[in-house]
């Protein structure tokens, strides 16, 4: 004889089993979906973006109003004073300064055609760092950067000299 015993089921087991089948089935339905439109999801958009164009940093050697400690003699040195200008709307950091053509005496002095006058920057990078703030400019004195031979001609005697120099600076 076969006999099949069951177990009678009441109202609140049966709608427990319902609703935990219709929870799983949500939950893998909605993860199927969210998983469909992750992977088939598309945009459109444009962007840009501009780099500044830093302005040169200017740099002038010892300009009316800025006075020297010393003074230039054969076989001396004398300190070097530049004016370096930043006209950028940002600091910037002066990196280091070379010399760029040849050392002139002033018109008065056109008989100074030997000055035997040298320039001899800092070493590169400047330490310590020298900052410009934005629209401003400041003196930078250079100790004993400025050489004179021995073989300078008397025509110099009392000339100001004219010491192209190229500054380097980084933002």
């Excluded at 501009?50 to 010892?62: C, E, F, I, K, P």
């Excluded at 760092?129 to 400025?146: C, E, K, M, R």
């Amino acid at each position: 004889m076969n006999t099949t015993h069951r177990t009678p089921r009441t109202p609140r087991t049966g709608r427990l089993a319902r609703t935990a089948a219709a929870t799983v089935a949500l939950c893998i339905l909605g993860g199927a979906g969210s998983a469909y439109a992750y992977w088939t999801s598309t945009g459109i958009g444009a962007g840009s973006a501009s780099n500044g164009t830093m302005q040169a940093v200017l740099v002038d050697a010892l300009i009316a109003g800025d006075a020297p400690q010393n003074t230039l003699v054969p076989g001396g040195t004398a300190d070097v004073i530049l004016r370096a200008t930043n006209p950028n709307a940002h600091a910037v950091t002066i990196y280091g300064l070379t010399a760029n053509g040849a050392i002139t005496a002033d018109a008065a002095h056109a008989g100074c055609t030997t000055t035997g006058v040298t320039f001899t920057p800092p070493p590169v990078p400047i330490s310590p760092p020298v900052t410009i703030q934005p629209n401003s400019s400041i003196l930078l004195t250079l100790p004993g950067a400025a050489s004179m031979s021995t073989e300078s001609l008397s025509a110099c005697q009392g000339a100001q000299f004219r010491i192209p120099v190229a500054l380097e600076a980084h933002k």
